[in-house]
């Protein structure tokens, strides 16, 4: 029995150090990863996502979309408006609590 105590304790040693060294290699990384330059295909993706976000706040909605999204769209908004009601369904409710 005690030597079953003395056999656990090792595991239990072993499973606290893996945890705490996956933490640290974790953070770690994502330090490592801000001090240097970011590789070619995230900096590319990124752009594109800042390109994109730019974009839709000069046009106001979706960018590069043809008439038959606004057509699909105003659709969607009239059967949503038919089944819960009135409203803006544009925009996010606002909650008020008392």
């Known amino acids: 029995m005690v030597l079953r105590q003395l056999l656990r304790v090792p595991a239990l ?3 606290a150090v893996a945890v705490q060294l996956r933490r640290n290699v974790g953070l770690s990384a994502v330090a490592f990863n801000r001090a240097k330059e ?5 900096k590319m993706f990124l752009d594109k996502i800042r390109e994109y976000n730019t974009k839709s706040k000069q046009a106001g909605g979706p960018v590069d979309v043809g008439p038959e999204f606004q057509k699909d769209m105003n659709e969607s908004l009239a059967r949503l408006q038919r089944m819960y009601g009135e409203g803006d369904l544009t925009k ?7």
């Open 13 to 15: 040693l072993r499973a």
């Open 92 to 98: 996010f409710p606002e909650f008020k609590f008392e």
């Open 38 to 42: 970011l590789d070619p295909v995230q």
